[in-house]
């Protein structure tokens, strides 16, 4: 596995990113029926380190049901309102005792569906992150609230693993370095940028990982041989290496990693073999989202990294993104 120089992380706004200031407006979205505690701790712990304020959201969704539409129907979600309210005023309340005054609010979002709900108020109000709690109760990834919330939110999604460190010590950004004034170079920076951000004032461990690997290897061997294939394999190396310097330099961040890692292979298990082998409390990564069925996958690599990682994932998209998501109301227009 390959490894590029390597210095302990440090803080934005030293010797690190361009003047990179920490997280300064973070949202927290408490799902109904996801623990909220281990999320908040972390959205908590970021608005700290980024001298940021901090938006516990909940919302309430209003079922298609007939039965919703009798007088029975709508005193069950008076109730689910008032118990949503109550839950989220005691989040509050937590956040408010882990902050200075004046940093904490709340605001309860009112739709069809509580993450489409979370999606346009994101639209209309973007965050620089929203942190929202991993139930981590399916060994098939993420449950379908965070699937569409990496999928559809413009803005950087974190999923908080339960069970982990109450804040990253050690952070894994993998990136696509691409060629200078690509999307994928620009989302390169993101990710990056997005994975010291988080650190605000503090020192982080952050590594930065590009998995490479020539297309059709075994077939290129069984024609060319292994002398051929390994030259091959030698000249992509080195390219990776190459695109992954000057990424590193345009994002200014030369002195701020830890280390940077070349592993070979399909990039997806790459990732994840790397994600155990450093034990990275976070993995952060980009969406690619620029053509096929916009808003429904993030990636062949990212989603297969997001359904099989069991760590906190942050996901953020790529310049230029657009959400497909729409009011319901112009939806059923059909206006896009």
Known sequence: MGTVGGAVGTAPGTDGGDDMKGLENVWVFVEARAPASEALAVAAEVTRRGDGTLTVIG?????????????FGRKVLRMVREDRESRLRSLEDLARSALPPGRVRSTMLDGEVPWHSVVLHAIAHPPDLLVVPARGDDTFGPDSVTQHLFRKCPVP?????????PFPRRVLAAVDPGVSGSVE????RRVLELALRVAGTRPIELHA??????PAEALIRSKFGSRRTQALLDQQRQLAREQMEELITEAHLESSLAGTHLP?????????????????????????????????????????????????????????YVSPVLPLEAAAMGIT
């Not at 919302?59 to 007088?71: C, I, Y």
């Open 59 to 71: 919302a309430v969704g209003r079922s298609e049901d007939q039965v919703f539409r009798t007088s």
């Open 209 to 214: 990982a590009h998995a490479w690997s020539i």
């Open 185 to 188: 170079r620009d989302l390169g």
């Open 264 to 320: 070979a292979g399909n990039p997806a298990p790459a990732i994840l073999a790397l994600a155990e082998e450093l034990e990275a409390d976070l993995v952060v990564l980009g969406s690619s989202g620029r053509k096929g069925l916009a808003g429904i996958l993030i990636g062949s690599t990212a989603e297969a990294i997001v359904t099989r990682v069991a760590r906190s994932v942050a996901v953020v998209k790529p310049p230029g």
């Open 157 to 165: 999604v974190w999923s908080v693993y339960p069970g982990r460190v």
